[in-house]
């Protein structure tokens, strides 16, 4: 292994102990493959969290030369599977991802620091979505989605100079653009989510029985970024559900795998339609409100809250019923994510003064990691 290699490898380890990634150590890592991009070298990563878990996909470079043991700040992972036939396309989507970020970090820094600034969000991953649109045809039409961007929510995917994307990056089925400080990306893969990962969390969606069928005649994706370290998590939100709209329409698009489960398109882009007449927060399409029946009630989970830096809900053994409960969720996600609202382990909430309800942290039922435990 060279110096260099030994660096990268450090770097990526370290990154992904970090607290508000991985947490810790990888129970296993291993350099897979390297390219180069931009003039600058780079090193894919395989990782494993558990000595018995799945491979997953990392990248860390940035090298301007062989001797460099420093990277320019390229180093990632969003935790994703690792697949070998697809690995080195995912990897520099990443990098394109973050490049323009790692540029404004200074400013970023500087501008969360301000102890005046309420719109700042909480914690290092908020404002940050993804997801993957499922296709059931190889192919991805760039020209259609800036089209449909264009038609539908009046935005251009054009660059810093002002010039639109050119058609070398449409080729590579890239498309990374910048709108009013927040980093757009769209990355085609001729490939299918692996392991029926995408099949197996559809059946998580109770409004679309047939979810896991459709999801199975998926052969191809598109993955969707949005992120932001200086701006609203909301307004971030906001982009991504536009973005995503925009790709959803094409017409071999049979679903979006994010938050957990997979989307119905028609319901999604309806759900969009919210934002047309007053910028309305769209929550139900950045949020999953899972209900999972059992022997002593039926429990309830959010899932993406954690992209406004908040902590995931869960609901656990309610004799309410499987509406209301859905209801009382989306009720409090939209109180916390909208007014921007701390709850904390040891207090109460409710929607009247006699209503107080407790909340309680710790390890996630339904959910990985601790999450809000509220009594209802």
């Not at 997953?56 to 090298?63: E, P, T």
């Not at 498309?175 to 059946?203: K, M, R, W, Y």
């Not at 094409?250 to 999604?268: D, R």
């Amino acid at each position: 292994m060279t110096a260099q290699q030994h660096a990268a490898m450090e770097s990526m380890i370290d990154w992904l102990a970090d607290e508000r990634e991985l947490g810790r150590k990888p129970s296993k890592i291993e350099i897979a493959g390297e390219f180069d991009l931009h003039e600058m070298h780079y090193y894919i990563f395989k990782y494993k969290k558990t000595m018995l878990g799945k491979w997953l996909l990392g990248v860390c470079g940035g090298y301007e030369s062989p001797s460099d043991t420093e990277h320019c700040g390229h180093i990632f992972s969003e935790m994703q599977l690792y697949d070998p036939a697809t690995a080195e396309q995912e990897a520099i989507a990443m990098v394109e991802m973050i490049r323009e970020y790692w540029m404004k970090q200074a400013a970023a820094i500087e501008a969360e620091q301000a102890p005046n600034d309420d719109t700042k969000p909480e914690g290092d991953s908020s404002g940050i979505f993804n997801g993957f649109v499922l296709l059931n045809s190889p192919e991805c039409d760039l020209d259609q989605v800036k089209k449909n961007l264009l038609q539908d929510w009046n935005i251009s995917c054009s660059t810093e100079d002002g010039e639109d994307q050119n058609a070398g990056e449409e080729k590579e089925g890239i498309l990374v653009f910048e709108v009013d400080g927040f980093t757009l990306a769209v990355s085609f893969v001729d490939a299918p989510i692996p392991d029926g990962e995408a099949e197996h969390n559809a059946q998580a969606n109770y409004l679309w029985p047939e979810a896991a069928e459709v999801v199975k005649t998926h052969v191809a994706q598109i993955i969707l970024a949005v992120f932001t370290r200086s701006g609203s998590p909301l307004d971030s939100g906001r982009l991504y559900t536009k973005l995503a709209a925009s790709c959803l329409k094409l017409p071999n698009a049979i679903g979006i795998y994010m938050s957990g489960t997979v989307f119905q398109p028609q319901l999604f882009l309806e759900l969009a339609e919210i934002m047309k007449p007053d910028d309305s927060f769209p929550l139900l399409n950045l949020v999953h409100f899972g209900l999972v029946r059992s022997e002593n009630g039926i429990s309830g989970y959010t899932y993406g809250l954690k992209s406004f830096g908040k902590d995931e809900i869960e609901v656990l053994d309610s004799q309410a019923a499987p509406a209301e409960l859905r209801d009382f969720l989306i009720d409090i996600a939209g109180y916390v994510v909208e007014q921007n609202v701390t709850l904390r382990d040891g207090e109460t909430i409710g929607f009247s003064a006699e209503q107080k309800l407790p909340i309680t942290r710790s390890e996630g039922v339904y959910v990985e990691g601790e999450s809000l435990k509220i009594g209802f």
